[in-house]
């Protein structure tokens, strides 16, 4: 049976990936719904951008909600100057018919985990943990009953990328991060660590481009684009694809490796907040809360995308 996922995300073109990703592999996900959340660019464009994604895979019957537009506790920080104005910047696409649905996100995570039996819906948040944090502080009696929380953010020994210390969407929101991380829900993070072994480098951009359809047209555009600052700040071969790694976890997850230690979310510092403080070496006696990646097979991974979205 295809293991239920509900997809929260900030699309951005590494977003557009994984869900193209999970929705070309029915038969191992059941994607829900996508829930919307503010992050990579507000939320009138990441609810907005999501749908785009569902029309270009073909399913205008997924249902999209729109979630959190500010972080909990701060003023919400973008990231256009990575994924351009849109968020989705590259080739154009067409505005979306389908519709948005009229329930919050964070309802529409509450009443699914409700509904469900205990431990049968996975949460693979992609962006800042706003709308998870919110769902989990409105009705507590979810973090329970979730089979497992698959997210992408935070690092260790890749630090930060927006500020020195802090990774994207665990900056965005690390009070979220916090209450997420101190849920007790099974957590299992992709980090930078990870993410940044994952590169675009120009054959694999070019296998996208020789699937010939249009969905392979697109995600090789989008890479095109986002590729361009990344190369240049990390002087790289490639960009990262970080949120496609969250869905290729629960398609092979084998090809990741990891511990499972304890990560802790600093909120309070000027100079770090949003780190993710990785126990790695295990020097504190601090208890285990996360499955923390540091590897993949890269190849793997690529091997994977290519062929699952050849299928779209």
Same mark, same amino acid.
């Given at each position: 049976?295809?293991?239920?996922?509900?997809?929260? %995300? $900030?699309?951005?073109?590494?977003?557009?990936?994984?869900?193209?990703?999970?929705?070309?592999?029915?038969?191992?996900? $059941?994607?829900?719904?996508?829930?919307?959340?503010?992050?990579?660019?507000?939320?009138? @464009?990441?609810?907005?951008? &999501?749908?785009?994604?569902?029309?270009?895979?073909?399913?205008?019957?997924?249902?999209?909600? &729109?979630?959190?537009?500010?972080?909990?506790?701060?003023?919400?920080?973008?990231? =256009?100057?990575?994924?351009?104005?849109?968020? !989705?910047?590259?080739?154009?696409?067409? /505005? +979306?018919?389908?519709?948005?649905? /009229?329930?919050?996100?964070? $309802?529409?995570?509450?009443? %699914? @985990?409700?509904?469900?039996?205990?431990?049968?819906?996975? @949460?693979?948040? !992609?962006?800042?943990?706003?709308?998870?944090?919110?769902?989990?502080?409105?009705? +507590?009696?979810?973090?329970? #009953?979730?089979?497992?929380?698959?997210?992408?953010?935070?690092?260790?020994?890749?630090?930060?990328?927006?500020?020195?210390? &802090? =990774?994207?969407?665990?900056?965005?929101?690390? =009070?979220?991060?916090?209450?997420?991380?101190?849920?007790?829900?099974?957590?299992?993070?992709?980090?930078?660590?990870?993410?940044?072994?994952? @590169?675009?480098?120009? +054959?694999?951009? &070019?296998?996208?481009?020789?699937?010939? %359809?249009?969905?392979? /047209?697109?995600?090789?555009?989008?890479?095109?684009?986002?590729?361009?600052?990344?190369?240049?700040?990390?002087?790289?071969?490639?960009?990262?694809?970080? $949120?496609?790694?969250?869905?290729?976890?629960?398609?092979?997850?084998?090809?990741?490796?990891? #511990?499972?230690?304890?990560?802790?979310?600093? %909120?309070?510092?000027?100079?770090? #907040?949003?780190?993710?403080?990785?126990?790695?070496?295990?020097?504190?006696? #601090?208890?285990?809360?996360?499955?923390?990646?540091?590897?993949?097979?890269?190849?793997?991974?690529?091997?994977? !995308?290519?062929?699952?979205?050849?299928?779209?």
């Amino acid at each position: 049976m295809p293991r239920q996922i509900i997809i929260d %995300t $900030d699309p951005g073109q590494d977003d557009a990936v994984a869900i193209l990703l999970a929705l070309a592999s029915p038969a191992e996900l $059941d994607v829900l719904g996508i829930t919307a959340v503010a992050g990579n660019v507000p939320l009138a @464009l990441t609810q907005k951008n &999501a749908r785009i994604v569902c029309e270009l895979a073909g399913r205008p019957d997924m249902p999209v909600f &729109a979630g959190c537009a500010a972080p909990l506790a701060h003023t919400l920080v973008t990231a =256009e100057h990575v994924h351009g104005k849109s968020g !989705l910047d590259g080739p154009v696409l067409p /505005d +979306p018919t389908m519709p948005l649905q /009229d329930r919050h996100a964070v $309802d529409f995570i509450i009443d %699914t @985990l409700r509904a469900s039996a205990p431990g049968t819906v996975t @949460l693979c948040p !992609l962006g800042p943990l706003t709308n998870i944090a919110t769902a989990f502080q409105r009705a +507590p009696d979810i973090a329970a #009953r979730v089979q497992e929380i698959v997210l992408m953010g935070g690092a260790y020994f890749q630090v930060g990328n927006i500020t020195p210390a &802090a =990774e994207f969407n665990i900056y965005v929101d690390p =009070e979220a991060a916090k209450i997420v991380f101190g849920s007790g829900a099974p957590i299992t993070v992709m980090p930078l660590d990870v993410t940044h072994k994952a @590169l675009t480098t120009a +054959p694999h951009v &070019a296998g996208f481009r020789a699937m010939g %359809t249009h969905v392979g /047209d697109m995600v090789a555009a989008w890479t095109d684009f986002f590729e361009r600052f990344d190369k240049e700040k990390y002087g790289s071969a490639g960009a990262p694809l970080h $949120d496609p790694c969250v869905i290729a976890y629960l398609l092979e997850p084998e090809m990741f490796s990891g #511990r499972h230690v304890n990560v802790e979310i600093e %909120t309070v510092s000027p100079l770090t #907040r949003g780190m993710t403080v990785a126990d790695w070496w295990r020097v504190t006696d #601090r208890a285990p809360n996360a499955m923390f990646m540091g590897d993949l097979d890269a190849e793997r991974f690529f091997a994977l !995308l290519t062929e699952r979205l050849a299928r779209l």
